[in-house]
């Protein structure tokens, strides 16, 4: 009997570790946002988001410069948009890109690292 619980235990977990605590897919009705346009939702804005393992990141977007802070650390760097994509190239992390898409009036942003899909908190 105790053979057969940790046999399906075992299984139960490794079902489980094949999805993702977090979302991959971008909300039903999501939408590619022309460059300009996305420029527009995010300069002079900071954005704050909440991944799933609870760090809170804030982004503030100037005209070309974003700014980075994770609360453990922060960093700088110039930033553009591509189809889809904010670009930006830090000074001490790698650079990269990030989709992004709309559904009405709310930004989400798909991270490089795992595929999370996080709301951007505009303000």
């Known amino acids: 009997m105790r053979r057969y619980v940790v046999v399906l235990a075992f299984f139960h977990a490794v079902a489980w570790a094949q999805y993702p605590p977090f979302p991959t897919a971008f ?3 999501a939408r590619v946002l022309e460059p300009a346009e ?5 300069t002079g804005k900071v954005a704050h988001m909440t991944y799933a393992n609870g760090a809170q990141v804030r982004v503030e977007y100037k005209e070309r410069y ?3 802070n994770t609360g453990a650390a922060a960093d700088s ?3 553009r948009v591509e189809a889809g994509q904010v670009c ?9 890109c990030f989709d992004v898409r709309a559904v009405g009036d709310v930004m989400y942003a798909k991270r490089a690292t795992n595929g999370e899909i996080v709301r951007m908190e505009l303000r």
Not at 38 to 42: A, F, I, Y
Not at 88 to 96: A, E, K, N, V
């Open 38 to 42: 996305t420029r527009q939702w995010l």
């Open 88 to 96: 930006i190239d830090w000074q001490r992390f790698p650079p990269g």
């Open 27 to 29: 909300p039903d009705g």
């Open 77 to 79: 760097g110039t930033w």
């Open 66 to 68: 974003a700014f980075l």
